[in-house]
């Protein structure tokens, strides 16, 4: 027997080769013992996409050896170029250990073979946008429904190997998918995961969602997968974009200090979403949230629950849009008092239909507590204004009228007025400065009396000016009326008592006494060593500021004492509570 590669063994003449090699159908000649090809004619070459070199050593199709003597066998044939063929076997008597087998395609082989039960189950996966695939551990090739074909972006009838496939998926998915299977199989229990595809048609990324289980064998070793493949990269963009938007949302409503929440009304229940809701009503999660029969009966204030019920009835019956503003009782931190803080709350009710009944409430709380002590602050400073503008006018004009009808020139005239003037400014300049809205006596007697102080005015010193007292602030109601009467003390004791030369000398002491509803200021003013003094023969405009505005705007009682060793002049004021609301540091 000729055993060249390129004979047929078993062929006993050389037109038996001859006829082997001109057939017009494929014919293989395979080795009896393990269906093995030993020679392949150019038509079964042709037919398996295979010159027919490469054929020899190799088995026809899947499942492995030939049909025995006279017998008929199906198989499948996967071509280099990524197609499928069915053939139909048939096979000869044997000869010398070698048996002729021919070949011939049935039909290209679809990716399954579906019998008529499987059809319309086949055309609705299709339909749901499902593929079907299959994998063989024979050659590692997966079979692919022309769905699932388009989904990877690979041709109609293509049968890649799974180490193409796996080259397309991400690296990160690829190890989550290889545990995801191994562990499915151990288990004996379908898998599904979904991960990042790259398709080679378009080379976009695209999220498939791949399901399967494995197929044991009769020995029960792995025979095969069998599952399906579904494009979801819409969903998936879906989800990513309404994850961002919740993101964008949940940045936003943190940034304004915001609380999210739903109210489920037949259930009477509570969702908070996030953080800030525990934060404004002083709760941890573990406290639970707050239904709205507990939120009316012991969290909202009582004078707030017929406005807030009413704003809730006005939304039910109206446009189911909400906006109330309430206060609510928080709980303080560990060991505090109960505080009342006011809420400011937009929503709006959701219906089972346009005229079912609300099933939910959905909206965001905001505390407005600071904000709403700034507003009151802000109106209270803005009447302090009204006020102090209108006292000063009145305060102007009475200094421009007294001061002309005592001045005896124009020169006088302006000397009188500019310092009056300017000792009521810099009262006004003190108290703008101070967040309380406030003066201090002590920087007020400072600035009238520093140009005649000889050193530093403390007690004690022997210096023409000694100012004795604790620290007073004044609040603005009586700074200055005050102010005005530290300058024309200071005016008088300049032009005609004791700081008009060079021995005399001013001693001021101060202190707060109690009172019967608040503490009261004594204030005295003592000179001595200038010239010698005696009562006014008629009452200037310091005389009247002294009397009439200390009195009337000051409450205050005053008396003096024209001594010839000096004049003295005794005050007792009452001090006006701060207000809180005018400290914006109050609510820290």
Same mark, same amino acid.
């Given at each position: ?26 014919? !293989? ?9 030993? !020679?392949?004619?150019?038509?079964? +070459? ?13 088995? $026809? ?89 388009? *989904? ?65 064998? &009769? ?13 979801? #990269?819409?969903?998936?963009? +879906? ?23 739903? @109210? ?75 505080? @009342? ?13 346009? +005229? ?11 505390? *407005?507590?600071?904000?709403? $002590? ?6 209270? $400073? ?8 209108? =006292? ?17 020139? *124009? ?24 967040? @309380? ?7 007020? $007697?400072?600035?009238?009396?520093? &140009?005649? +102080? ?26 200055? &009326? ?20 060079? !021995? ?65 002049? #005794? ?7 701060? =207000?809180?609301?005018? =400290? ?5």
């Amino acid at each position: 027997m000729d055993q060249r590669p390129d004979a047929a063994p078993g062929l006993p003449d050389e037109l038996s080769r001859f006829a082997f090699e001109a057939a017009p159908v494929g014919l !293989a000649c395979v080795n009896g013992s393990d269906g093995r090809i030993a !020679a392949a004619n150019p038509a079964l +070459a042709a037919l398996l996409g295979v010159a027919p070199e490469n054929l020899i050593g190799r088995v $026809l199709g899947e499942g492995g050896g030939d049909p025995a003597d006279g017998e008929t066998r199906e198989t499948v044939w996967h071509r280099a170029d990524g197609s499928t063929v069915r053939l139909r076997l048939r096979s000869g008597p044997e000869r010398q250990a070698f048996r002729i087998v021919s070949v011939d395609a049935l039909a290209e082989a679809p990716a399954f073979r579906l019998d008529p039960l499987r059809e319309q189950a086949h055309l609705a996966l299709a339909s749901a946008g499902l593929g079907e695939w299959s994998w063989s551990p024979a050659d590692g090739r997966v079979v692919l429904s022309d769905r699932a074909a388009a *989904i990877l972006g690979l041709p109609a009838g293509a049968t890649p190997t799974w180490a193409v496939l796996r080259e397309a998926i991400a690296r990160d998915d690829l190890d989550r998918l290889r545990a995801t299977v191994e562990d499915a199989v151990a288990k004996a229990i379908p898998y599904a995961v979904e991960l990042r595809y790259r398709r080679a048609s378009d080379g976009q990324e695209a999220w498939i969602s791949a399901r399967g289980r494995a197929i044991p064998g &009769p020995d029960g070793a792995l025979a095969g997968m069998v599952g399906i493949v579904q494009d979801v #990269t819409a969903r998936e963009e +879906a989800r990513r974009a309404l994850h961002d938007r919740e993101q964008r949302l949940r940045v936003a409503t943190t940034v304004a200090a915001l609380g999210i929440f739903e @109210w489920h009304v037949l259930a009477d229940q509570s969702l908070w979403e996030n953080e800030r809701m525990w934060e404004i009503f002083g709760r941890r999660p573990q406290d639970g949230t707050i239904s709205m029969r507990e939120f009316f009966r012991t969290v909202v204030h009582p004078e707030d629950k017929a406005a807030f019920r009413q704003a809730v009835t006005a939304a039910l019956h109206s446009d189911g849009v909400l906006h109330a503003t309430t206060r609510i009782r928080r709980r303080g931190s560990a060991g505090a008092d109960t505080v @009342w803080r006011t809420i400011e709350m937009a929503g709006r009710f959701e219906r089972d239909g346009p +005229a079912g009944l609300p099933s939910r409430l959905i909206g965001v709380v905001a505390d *407005i507590t600071d904000r709403r $002590l700034a507003e009151e602050r802000q109106s209270l $400073l803005i009447r302090e204004l009204h006020h102090r503008v209108k =006292n000063t006018l009145a305060t102007v004009q009475a200094i421009v009228g007294s001061t002309a009808r005592t001045a005896s020139s *124009i020169d006088s005239f302006y000397e009188a007025f500019v310092g009056r003037i300017m000792s009521l400014a810099h009262t006004h300049s003190v108290l703008t400065e101070d967040v @309380w809205q406030t003066a201090s006596l002590r920087n007020l $007697l400072e600035n009238e009396l520093r &140009p005649y +102080a000889d050193g530093a005015m403390l007690p004690g010193t022997g210096g023409r000016v000694e100012l004795d007292g604790p620290a007073v602030d004044l609040p603005s109601e009586i700074a200055v &009326p005050i102010g005005m009467a530290i300058h024309e003390l200071t005016t008088n004791a300049a032009k005609y008592g004791a700081l008009s030369n060079r !021995a005399g000398r001013v001693r001021i002491r101060w202190s707060v006494e109690p009172g019967t509803d608040r503490p009261r200021l004594r204030f005295q003013w003592q000179e001595s060593g200038g010239p010698a003094v005696a009562p006014p023969t008629r009452q200037g405009f310091g005389s009247r500021l002294l009397q009439r505005v200390l009195t009337t705007q000051v409450q205050a009682e005053v008396a003096t004492d024209y001594a010839p060793g000096g004049f003295a002049l #005794t005050m007792l004021a009452p001090l006006p509570a701060r =207000n809180a609301a005018l =400290n914006p540091l109050a609510a820290l």
